[in-house]
């Protein structure tokens, strides 16, 4: 029971995969061209990417941090 059961999950999950791979490769191909998105959303993941290298170099207070033992 154990082994067919390991086998038909495997199965479906390739199954799956290259119904994903067939999908990326011919609806490009079926759907009309999108326009191009706004400059603000293109610029969304620059501005989020900006935000997180400030906040890696920024100082962190670590004398407020207290630690106590358990």
């Known amino acids: 029971m154990g082994k067919s059961s390991w086998h038909f999950n495997l199965m479906i999950?390739?199954?799956m995969l290259l119904m994903l791979t067939a999908s990326l490769l011919?609806?490009?191909l079926v759907l009309p061209p999108l326009p191009?998105?706004?400059l603000m959303f293109l610029l969304l993941p620059v501005g989020i990417m900006a935000?997180?290298?400030l906040?890696?170099?920024f100082p962190?207070?670590?004398a407020?941090?207290?630690v106590s033992p358990v």
């Open 51 to 53: 935000v997180l290298m």
């Open 36 to 38: 191009p998105p706004p």
């Open 13 to 15: 999950k390739l199954l």
């Open 55 to 57: 906040l890696a170099v």
């Open 64 to 66: 407020d941090i207290v």
């Open 60 to 62: 962190s207070d670590v």
């Open 26 to 28: 011919f609806l490009p």
